[in-house]
């Protein structure tokens, strides 16, 4: 019995679409694996008579002011960057869609409650809150991780509790109530089913937002520090050079625009083979 | 206000002058692209002469709506073709401002559901006069006299004061007038109506079809009315057509068709239809489902599902054939075909067999819903208590099925949902075997959980639509420990889809590759599952066609009959429960007025809301106006 996870649309011939997704994700995968070992440069290594290089074949997206090869630097950033983003996105959304499931179906008191906890989570502005858990936990990425996923939490949650209130007036949960089933099994395997595409969805929106909070954090000096070759990192310490060195500031967020777009449409793809046509009203 | 008070007479031949009203010539609706489109109109003609009404009958699927909207120009996702001749003027030629003026003042259409037709933001006044200021560029004050008038016709109540009302402050006959009134706006020659009283109940139908034919009367407007129940149709109708499949396979007067039909397929929409003067003891259910209208053959579209066809009739597509005056069938075989008189009901062995000892008893059963009291707060609004179960006391015996029937708002349903322990009634007890079970499903013992079993109205929301149909029926098996092992499970499954005639082939399917009857044929088999004592039935076949709700309702009884399963059984059709139950309880506002055997509630009704609500059901022969079911809300 295969209830849990059931693709029909992915029976499908395969598009020219699907191709670039699955390319796509074998890239990042690859450079978030491997990226220091693909890097053709460390992306640590100082070298004073290169500095502040303007892009060339030797170094095809120029070097910062301590003469490291920004393209090497970029590549091995992907672990760093991703890894954070990807982790931060899962905690929130797993937090939020086990919350807004709860919610939503249980109603009442419990919504009640838990529905004003993220309400006073959400009313603070998200990099302060993020801030707020760095500074107090320390600036390690396990932190970084749980502050981002804290901001993403009530905002996964008000989405899914918001389908969840829809479809917890559908017949097919009566059903499942009136011969006898525990509500673990229907938030579990009733409910969650129908809710699963619009946490995938919500899911690469998130990995794109996360990168730019760690970003920002990084940004503004708190979470992840200096040499780690983080994107956001790199963003900040490059546009005071913006004058005198504009690849520095330029490629980096080139790559977190890159990989934020590409997520976003991994994400519409595959929430488009797990939507059941006619099935599922909620969008 | 009405001049002649009599009856229009349904056998009258209507006028026919030179220039009917509306002429559909040739017309057809292809959604998609050319070659693999989907062609739900097929070369339909009629004609709708001025002052007269036409009904179009047709299944879901029949292409009767798109034919509607193709009227009023409004198909934008299909092509239409052929000439769609509006007084003369071909609709599919006009240009954007000819058609503007011309919906409204020549055209205009009244939709299924009154509530979503209407702004729940502007007063009915306003939205009514909105309308006349747009086609006849009247000022406020005459477009707001002119609305207050148009309530008056559709003889509203108090109009003045009702034309200030918000939509959800009337009710749903109140609101299906005013939407007939907005499209009176203009004095249009042609209403088109989609299903205008299908959302309605029994009684507040029969005074809007009395609303229609007045109209009609006073004001000589034309009719086109379309409609999937044939006691609706034959209230209003003059002629009538009947859609199958995008084609018309039959037109003739109202008599002719409803009472000699002489296609196949009408005959069987006749045969199908559960009526409450006899208890049938099978009806007759059209087997086969609609073909795919993506490829049509070149046969009658019938043929598949026809009983009296023949090698021959696949070989070319019949043509509408004359068989009595204005009297037209699309068969080959019109000439053998004649209503076979529906086989001789077998009397129900309800009286004969004493009562045994009741399955169920419910027992004083109350629940309202509101809070009962607020602090009296400003803008706190005070929300009234509604009781929607009364101390309400009924028996369901053993294999037996007990029908409860009221209007909505009755609570029928409220009922059903706190015999399943959906809902927790406030007072009053459920008996299983004499034993108090507990309220609310996820309290009682497994055994209990499994005893009482429930089918849902809407059968597009009972399964869950991530689930195989293999999953949904298998579920109960497991949950229950009725099977474990997969081999035993699957054999169970198919033996369960076998019985509601649905074939292997059938496990891995999802709900939305399922029509509507083998969704609920689906629910049926779930709900037996449990090997349960009681099924509650609420409305199971309200959402289906005739010919399907036929096929699920022989398919109720059979099981009860092989398996002795008691069903509780919630409905608002009086034909539908005629036929399956035998203990009949009809409800109102919370209580039961009236209770016995389906011979005595519906041969001999005591209580007045009984013989009101029997009186309003549509039958096939036109009734004369019905002045004691003129009720006010």
């Given at each position: 019995?295969?209830?849990?996870?059931?693709?029909?649309?992915?029976?499908?011939?395969?598009?020219?679409?699907?191709?670039?997704?699955?390319?796509?994700?074998?890239?990042?995968?690859?450079?978030?694996?491997?990226?220091?070992?693909?890097?053709?440069?460390?992306?640590?290594?100082?070298?004073?008579?290169?500095?502040?290089?303007?892009?060339?074949?030797?170094?095809?997206?120029?070097?910062?002011?301590?003469?490291?090869?920004?393209?090497?630097?970029?590549?091995?950033?992907?672990?760093?960057?991703?890894?954070?983003?990807?982790?931060?996105?899962?905690?929130?959304?797993?937090?939020?869609?086990?919350?807004?499931?709860?919610?939503?179906?249980?109603?009442?008191?419990?919504?009640?409650?838990?529905?004003?906890?993220?309400?006073?989570?959400?009313?603070?502005?998200?990099?302060?809150?993020?801030?707020?858990?760095?500074?107090?936990?320390?600036?390690?990425?396990?932190?970084?991780?749980?502050?981002?996923?804290?901001?993403?939490?009530?905002?996964?949650?008000?989405?899914?509790?918001?389908?969840?209130?829809?479809?917890?007036?559908?017949?097919?949960?009566?059903?499942?109530?009136?011969?006898?089933?525990?509500?673990?099994?229907?938030?579990?395997?009733?409910?969650?089913?129908?809710?699963?595409?619009?946490?995938?969805?919500?899911?690469?929106?998130?990995?794109?937002?996360?990168?730019?909070?760690?970003?920002?954090?990084?940004?503004?000096?708190?979470?992840?520090?200096?040499?780690?070759?983080?994107?956001?990192?790199?963003?900040?310490?490059?546009?005071?050079?913006?004058?005198?060195?504009?690849?520095?500031?330029?490629?980096?967020?080139?790559?977190?625009?890159?990989?934020?777009?590409?997520?976003?449409?991994?994400?519409?793809?595959?929430?488009?083979?797990?939507?059941?046509?006619?099935?599922?009203?909620?969008? | 206000?009405?001049?002649e008070p009599q009856a229009i007479d349904g056998d009258m031949a209507p006028p026919?002058?030179?220039?009917?009203?509306?002429?559909?010539?040739?017309?057809?609706?292809?959604?998609?692209?050319?070659?693999?489109?989907?062609?739900?109109?097929?070369?339909?003609?009629?004609?709708?002469?001025?002052g007269e009404a036409?009904?179009?009958?047709?299944?879901?699927?029949?292409?009767?709506?798109?034919?509607?909207?193709?009227?009023?120009?409004?198909?934008?996702?299909?092509?239409?073709?052929?000439?769609?001749?509006?007084?003369?003027?071909?609709?599919?030629?006009?240009?954007?401002?000819?058609?503007?003026?011309?919906?409204?003042?020549?055209?205009?259409?009244?939709?299924?559901?009154?509530?979503?037709?209407?702004?729940?933001?502007?007063?009915?006044?306003?939205?009514?006069?909105?309308?006349?200021?747009?086609?006849?560029?009247?000022?406020?004050?005459?477009?707001?006299?002119?609305?207050?008038?148009?309530?008056?016709?559709?003889?509203?109540?108090?109009?003045?004061?009702?034309?200030?009302?918000?939509?959800?402050?009337?009710?749903?006959?109140?609101?299906?007038?005013?939407?007939?009134?907005?499209?009176?706006?203009?004095?249009?020659?042609?209403?088109?109506?989609?299903?205008?009283?299908?959302?309605?109940?029994?009684?507040?139908?029969?005074?809007?079809?009395?609303?229609?034919n007045?109209?009609r009367r006073?004001?000589?407007?034309?009719?086109?009315?379309?409609?999937?129940?044939?006691?609706?149709?034959a209230q209003v109708c003059d002629r009538?057509?009947?859609?199958?499949?995008?084609?018309?396979?039959?037109?003739?007067s109202t008599a002719q068709?409803l009472r000699?039909?002489?296609?196949?397929?009408?005959?069987?929409?006749?045969?199908?239809?559960?009526?409450?003067?006899?208890?049938?003891?099978?009806?007759?259910?059209?087997?086969?489902?609609?073909?795919?209208?993506?490829?049509?053959?070149?046969?009658?579209?019938?043929?598949?599902?026809?009983?009296?066809?023949?090698?021959?009739?696949?070989?070319?597509?019949?043509?509408?054939?004359?068989?009595?005056?204005?009297?037209?069938?699309?068969?080959?075989?019109?000439?053998?075909?004649?209503?076979?008189?529906?086989?001789?009901?077998?009397?129900?062995?309800?009286?004969?067999?004493?009562?045994?000892?009741?399955?169920?008893?419910?027992?004083?059963?109350?629940?309202?819903?509101?809070?009962?009291?607020?602090?009296?707060?400003?803008?706190?609004?005070?929300?009234?208590?509604?009781?929607?179960?009364?101390?309400?006391?009924?028996?369901?015996?053993?294999?037996?099925?007990?029908?409860?029937?009221?209007?909505?708002?009755?609570?029928?349903?409220?009922?059903?949902?706190?015999?399943?322990?959906?809902?927790?009634?406030?007072?009053?007890?459920?008996?299983?075997?004499?034993?108090?079970?507990?309220?609310?499903?996820?309290?009682?013992?497994?055994?209990?959980?499994?005893?009482?079993?429930?089918?849902?109205?809407?059968?597009?929301?009972?399964?869950?639509?991530?689930?195989?149909?293999?999953?949904?029926?298998?579920?109960?098996?497991?949950?229950?420990?009725?099977?474990?092992?997969?081999?035993?499970?699957?054999?169970?499954?198919?033996?369960?889809?076998?019985?509601?005639?649905?074939?292997?082939?059938?496990?891995?399917?999802?709900?939305?590759?399922?029509?509507?009857?083998?969704?609920?044929?689906?629910?049926?088999?779930?709900?037996?599952?449990?090997?349960?004592?009681?099924?509650?039935?609420?409305?199971?076949?309200?959402?289906?066609?005739?010919?399907?709700?036929?096929?699920?309702?022989?398919?109720?009884?059979?099981?009860?009959?092989?398996?002795?399963?008691?069903?509780?059984?919630?409905?608002?059709?009086?034909?539908?429960?005629?036929?399956?139950?035998?203990?009949?309880?009809?409800?109102?506002?919370?209580?039961?007025?009236?209770?016995?055997?389906?011979?005595?509630?519906?041969?001999?009704?005591?209580?007045?809301?009984?013989?009101?609500?029997?009186?309003?059901?549509?039958?096939?022969e036109r009734k004369p106006r019905?002045?004691?079911?003129?009720?006010?809300?």
């Amino acid at each position: 019995m295969s209830m849990a996870l059931s693709l029909p649309a992915l029976r499908r011939r395969f598009g020219v679409g699907d191709v670039a997704c699955i390319g796509f994700l074998v890239v990042m995968v690859a450079l978030i694996a491997f990226g220091t070992q693909i890097a053709p440069r460390d992306p640590l290594a100082f070298d004073p008579l290169h500095s502040l290089e303007a892009p060339s074949a030797a170094f095809p997206f120029g070097t910062d002011e301590f003469g490291r090869d920004l393209f090497s630097r970029i590549i091995a950033g992907t672990q760093p960057t991703l890894l954070v983003a990807l982790a931060a996105a899962a905690v929130g959304v797993f937090l939020g869609t086990s919350t807004g499931l709860v919610a939503g179906y249980l109603g009442g008191a419990v919504d009640e409650t838990v529905m004003r906890v993220m309400d006073t989570l959400m009313s603070f502005p998200g990099l302060i809150l993020a801030m707020l858990v760095v500074v107090m936990l320390g600036p390690e990425p396990v932190n970084v991780v749980a502050a981002i996923g804290l901001v993403f939490w009530p905002r996964s949650a008000r989405l899914v509790r918001s389908v969840v209130l829809d479809l917890a007036t559908r017949e097919f949960i009566d059903s499942a109530r009136s011969r006898g089933e525990s509500r673990l099994f229907i938030l579990t395997r009733e409910l969650l089913p129908n809710v699963l595409m619009i946490i995938v969805v919500d899911f690469s929106l998130r990995v794109t937002s996360a990168i730019l909070l760690s970003a920002s954090l990084a940004y503004l000096g708190i979470g992840v520090t200096p040499p780690t070759p983080a994107w956001g990192l790199m963003v900040r310490d490059g546009q005071q050079f913006i004058e005198l060195a504009w690849w520095l500031p330029v490629f980096p967020s080139l790559a977190i625009a890159v990989v934020s777009v590409g997520t976003v449409l991994v994400g519409e793809r595959l929430r488009r083979s797990i939507a059941m046509p006619g099935g599922d009203r909620a969008r | 206000m009405n001049a002649e008070p009599q009856a229009i007479d349904g056998d009258m031949a209507p006028p026919f002058s030179s220039e009917p009203t509306l002429e559909v010539i040739g017309v057809s609706i292809t959604y998609g692209t050319v070659a693999r489109g989907l062609k739900a109109v097929r070369d339909v003609s009629f004609r709708i002469a001025p002052g007269e009404a036409y009904g179009l009958i047709g299944e879901s699927g029949s292409g009767k709506s798109s034919l509607a909207y193709a009227v009023l120009r409004h198909v934008p996702a299909g092509r239409v073709t052929g000439r769609i001749m509006l007084r003369g003027q071909d609709v599919m030629e006009m240009t954007p401002q000819m058609l503007a003026a011309t919906r409204g003042r020549v055209v205009s259409m009244v939709y299924q559901d009154p509530m979503s037709a209407l702004n729940p933001a502007i007063k009915v006044g306003e939205q009514i006069a909105e309308v006349i200021r747009r086609h006849r560029k009247a000022d406020r004050a005459t477009a707001w006299a002119r609305a207050v008038t148009l309530l008056g016709q559709v003889q509203l109540p108090y109009p003045d004061e009702m034309a200030q009302r918000y939509p959800h402050q009337l009710s749903g006959g109140q609101q299906q007038r005013v939407v007939i009134a907005m499209g009176l706006a203009c004095d249009p020659d042609l209403l088109v109506m989609d299903e205008p009283t299908t959302g309605l109940d029994v009684t507040t139908e029969a005074v809007i079809l009395d609303l229609v034919n007045d109209l009609r009367r006073d004001l000589g407007i034309a009719v086109l009315f379309i409609s999937h129940n044939m006691g609706v149709v034959a209230q209003v109708c003059d002629r009538v057509g009947v859609l199958y499949a995008g084609q018309l396979v039959e037109e003739g007067s109202t008599a002719q068709v409803l009472r000699a039909p002489r296609h196949p397929y009408t005959i069987g929409l006749m045969n199908a239809l559960p009526t409450i003067d006899r208890a049938q003891a099978r009806l007759a259910d059209i087997p086969g489902r609609l073909p795919d209208l993506r490829e049509v053959p070149a046969a009658c579209i019938f043929m598949p599902r026809c009983t009296s066809a023949r090698d021959s009739c696949g070989r070319a597509i019949p043509t509408l054939e004359t068989v009595g005056p204005g009297h037209r069938t699309r068969c080959f075989e019109h000439d053998r075909i004649a209503r076979t008189v529906a086989p001789t009901p077998d009397t129900l062995a309800t009286a004969a067999e004493p009562d045994s000892r009741p399955l169920l008893q419910i027992i004083g059963v109350e629940r309202s819903f509101g809070r009962p009291s607020r602090p009296k707060l400003p803008f706190l609004r005070q929300r009234r208590m509604v009781r929607a179960v009364n101390d309400v006391s009924l028996d369901i015996p053993q294999g037996r099925t007990l029908a409860v029937v009221g209007e909505s708002g009755s609570g029928k349903s409220t009922l059903a949902r706190c015999v399943a322990g959906l809902l927790q009634p406030d007072a009053g007890d459920i008996l299983l075997d004499n034993a108090v079970i507990r309220p609310m499903v996820q309290d009682r013992a497994r055994p209990v959980q499994r005893a009482i079993q429930f089918i849902f109205q809407n059968p597009d929301a009972a399964l869950n639509p991530h689930w195989t149909v293999e999953d949904i029926v298998a579920r109960p098996l497991k949950l229950h420990g009725i099977a474990h092992w997969s081999a035993d499970l699957r054999a169970r499954v198919r033996g369960l889809l076998d019985a509601v005639k649905l074939g292997e082939r059938y496990l891995d399917r999802y709900p939305h590759q399922l029509s509507g009857g083998e969704k609920q044929r689906v629910s049926i088999a779930r709900a037996f599952a449990a090997e349960p004592r009681l099924v509650i039935c609420d409305e199971p076949t309200s959402a289906l066609d005739i010919s399907v709700q036929a096929a699920i309702l022989n398919q109720l009884r059979d099981l009860q009959e092989r398996l002795g399963t008691s069903y509780l059984f919630i409905s608002h059709d009086l034909g539908v429960v005629r036929h399956i139950a035998h203990h009949v309880a009809i409800m109102r506002h919370g209580r039961i007025v009236e209770a016995g055997t389906p011979e005595e509630v519906f041969d001999a009704p005591q209580h007045p809301y009984t013989q009101a609500l029997i009186a309003a059901i549509p039958t096939l022969e036109r009734k004369p106006r019905r002045e004691t079911t003129r009720t006010t809300a």
